[in-house]
T-cell receptor
Framework: DAKTTQPNSMESNEEEPVHLPCNHS???????IHWYRQLPSQGPEYVIH???SNVNNRMASLAIAEDRKSSTLILHRATLRDAAVYYC?????????????FGKGTKLSVKP | EAGVTQFPSHSVIEKGQTVTLRCDPI?????LYWYRRVMGKEIKFLLH????????ESGMPNNRFLAERTGGTYSTLKVQPAELEDSGVYFC?????????????FGPGTRLTVT
């Protein structure tokens, strides 16, 4: 399984963009890069995933490095509700649908 | 569409007692997962059902834990007898059967406290 490295914590001001980095230098060529987040007192929540190209959805954008050894989750305008722990998780492409391996993640604080 | 639901939201039991946690996945999701977070640790996988069959139970800590998914719908996770180190939050998740990338939808969790 690919190992990931994320900063323990980050701070942002409300309404400003946030860039959450993840290093996954041992990722396999067949692994998707998924991001989940966990808001306080809730279960984890899917945010976005990608393979090689940058991806956008209503929640965030995902920028994947050309060598796929790192990626960045981008929240374009942070809100107080975005305060959560964000997890970067490689996931095997295709095959049986296996479990998610959670690391420590990045705790994002958003200041008003 | 209803999300993943878990019951109870909180359970407090004494060491040696039995507790059964329930998870109702999203309708139509064949894949059902159990995870848990014990105090101060990361979220860890316990097991994975595909319909009523156990696909992967490599994360189950010991034989005090028994998971079932009768009829491929809801699932139960029984802890018998409970020990102090079983305290934590137990999450259930479900996903559709897709060949490529798939997202898992998590329930709110059951907080188990063993005293």
């Amino acid at each position: 399984d690919a190992k990931t490295t994320q900063p323990n914590s980050m701070e942002s001001n409300e309404e400003e963009p946030v860039h959450l980095p993840c290093n996954h230098s041992t990722i396999s060529g067949t692994d998707y890069i998924h991001w989940y987040r966990q808001l306080p007192s809730q279960g984890p929540e899917y945010v976005i995933h990608g393979l090689t190209s940058n991806v956008n959805n209503r929640m965030a954008s995902l920028a994947i490095a050309e060598d796929r050894k790192s990626s960045t989750l981008i929240l374009h305008r942070a809100t107080l509700r975005d305060a959560a722990v964000y997890y970067c998780i490689p996931q095997r492409r295709g095959g049986s649908q296996g479990n998610l391996i959670f690391g420590k993640g990045t705790k994002l604080s958003v200041k008003p | 569409e209803a999300g993943v639901t878990q019951f109870p939201s909180h359970s407090v039991i004494e060491k040696g007692q039995t507790v059964t946690l329930r998870c109702d996945p999203i309708s139509g999701h064949d894949n059902l997962y159990w995870y848990r977070r014990v105090m101060g640790k990361e979220i860890k996988f316990l097991l994975h059902f595909v319909k009523e069959s156990k696909q992967d139970e490599s994360g189950m800590p010991n034989n005090r834990f028994l998971a079932e998914r009768t009829g491929g719908t809801y699932s139960t996770l029984k802890v018998q007898p409970a020990e102090l180190e079983d305290s934590g939050v137990y999450f259930c998740a479900s996903s559709q059967d897709r060949r490529e990338a798939y997202e898992q939808y998590f329930g709110p969790g059951t907080r188990l406290t063993v005293t």
